[in-house]
């Protein structure tokens, strides 16, 4: 069996102290050791870098790839949502090649840029393009919608048909897919209540929650912008009954705020929501760069990471954001919380974020036992000296030439 170790000026595992001049060995793919000041035999020599494992990004719509720099900005989600289906409508031009090269492109950059595992949302279930060894793997989040469904249990059942085929372990080893709802303004609380009966995992439930003002106002008013699109739209349900409540306690009472459950945006929460989600042991998934190009407001990053509850990272989509490079989202998030500390953030990027997938046992951190999917990035000379400072340059800006994936053989 083949053993290499490499070592660097930082080691940071994650789940322990960063390591100046450490070194990590690995065997068959896996983290045999991890230590500091001389390796145990020879070692490759990355010098002047850190090394820390690969990133999650924990919420991302590969499929909406092709559509980059075709929904511009807006000032309001329903703004944003127009211009996204009516793009949707026409089609990529050059057809559905379009789209799997968009798609090809996209996971080559998420792979480049340190990514080692993503949540990956789809409606149509195109299949990503295998990319060889390299690729990101996958956690698939097949979304149903539909707000005045004939037969939620049929659609339920349909749809885990469809996940179960695609993605069985001939056509798909390794990668996890569930059946969920895209929104509380967008998914019939029948259809909500049916996905979170039949939930079985592996993978977590997931659900785009709070992100709006007009997803507030639509839950506890029964009017705005969504009712009117969703009425323009033909699919407005008559007999829905307005829940009077904020979107946490609404999932709640359907039954979907379970362990686990991702829940994605989360702008427009309240204390008390937060403390709710942290009870439910729910995860929130933050992508504050989407939230902005959208128009839905700004996240309260801080006031994740004080009320305690577990925050992952999502780049969300191309058609949201300039790039699937979790190096920019985290530096959205220090523009934004200054006061956190940088490495409670880079733990919601690798730890947190494959936890929250449900592979917290083969990524998230540098340990003996897990996929030795490493990521290194370079320093600069005039980095300084302490672990703070390693870790405050990889949350302010890291430019994607730094980062390089470390290719061990896995043999």
């Not at 009472?253 to 991702?262: E, I, K, V």
Request: proline share 8%.
């Amino acid at each position: 069996m083949s053993v290499t170790t490499v070592r660097a000026r930082w080691v940071l595992p994650i789940d322990g102290r960063p390591i100046r001049d450490g070194w990590v060995t690995v065997a068959a793919g896996r983290v045999q050791a991890v230590g500091g000041g001389r390796p145990p035999g020879a070692a490759k020599d990355l010098g002047d870098a850190v090394l820390l494992p690969g990133l999650v990004n924990a919420h991302t719509h590969l499929e909406l790839s092709w559509m980059a720099g075709r929904v511009p900005p807006a000032s309001s989600l329903e703004e944003w949502i127009r211009e996204l289906l009516r793009v949707r409508r026409l089609g990529p031009p050059a057809g559905e090649a379009e789209v799997t090269d968009a798609m090809t492109r996209a996971v080559t950059g998420v792979d480049a840029t340190g990514t080692v595992l993503v949540g990956d949302v789809s409606n149509t279930l195109v299949p990503v393009p295998t990319l060889g060894q390299g690729r990101p793997t996958r956690v698939v989040f097949h979304e149903v919608l539909g707000f005045d469904p004939v037969d939620p249990v049929a659609i339920v059942r349909e749809a885990r048909k469809r996940g179960r085929e695609t993605f069985s372990s001939k056509k798909a080893p390794g990668v996890l897919f569930s059946v969920v709802g895209h929104a509380p303004y967008s998914t019939a609380p029948a259809l909500l209540a049916e996905i979170a009966a039949r939930h079985e995992g592996p993978a977590p439930l997931s659900i785009h929650l709070a992100e709006s003002v007009e997803e507030i106002e639509f839950l506890h008013k029964g009017r705005g912008p969504l009712k009117t699109m969703l009425k323009r739209l033909g699919v407005w349900n008559g007999t829905w009954q307005v829940p009077r409540c904020g979107p946490v306690e609404y999932l709640h009472r359907l039954g979907y705020l379970q362990p686990g459950t991702l829940l994605v945006h989360c702008v427009h929460v309240t204390v008390r929501d937060l403390e709710q989600i942290r009870e439910a042991e729910a995860v929130v998934v933050t992508c504050p760069r989407s939230n902005t190009w959208v128009g839905a407001g700004v996240p309260p990053i801080a006031r994740f990471y004080g009320t305690g509850v577990p925050v992952a990272i999502g780049t969300d989509s191309l058609a949201s954001t300039d790039s699937l490079n979790m190096f920019d989202e985290l530096a959205a998030l220090r523009r934004l919380a200054p006061e956190v500390d940088a490495a409670r953030m880079l733990d919601s990027a690798t730890r947190v974020g494959a936890e929250a997938l449900g592979l917290g046992l083969r990524f998230g951190t540098i340990s003996p036992g897990r996929e030795a999917r490493l990521v290194s990035v370079a320093l600069p000379t005039n980095i300084g000296a302490s672990a703070e400072d390693v870790e405050e340059y990889l949350v302010s800006g890291v430019h994607a030439d730094a980062v390089a994936r470390l290719d061990i053989p896995f043999h």
